[in-house]
């Protein structure tokens, strides 16, 4: 199933940390990937998005403002389960 592509805009990324802006349309993903860093999700929108990782699918219910940490290494795709934009900050510790 082909899907739109989840919007990255990096607001900083220095030798210590990269900060970026996802924006996921309805439906986005952010494709297959594997965290190379720690980092920190930051919700601006409260919603489901849909985590598909190699142990299985499963629903992550996100709060606005209410962040959450994962160590490097995490593997999986993102795809936005609303009928509206989500919208999250990473910041990822270099």
Known sequence: MSRPQAIPRVQIDNERMRVTEWRFPPGAATGWHK????????PVTTGVLEIDAADGRRDARLITGESYFRPAGVEHDVINANDFEFVFIEVEVK
Do not use: M, S, W
Request: charged share 25%; hydrophobic share 25%; aromatic share 24%.
């Open 35 to 42: 965290h190379e860093y720690d980092y920190c999700i930051v």
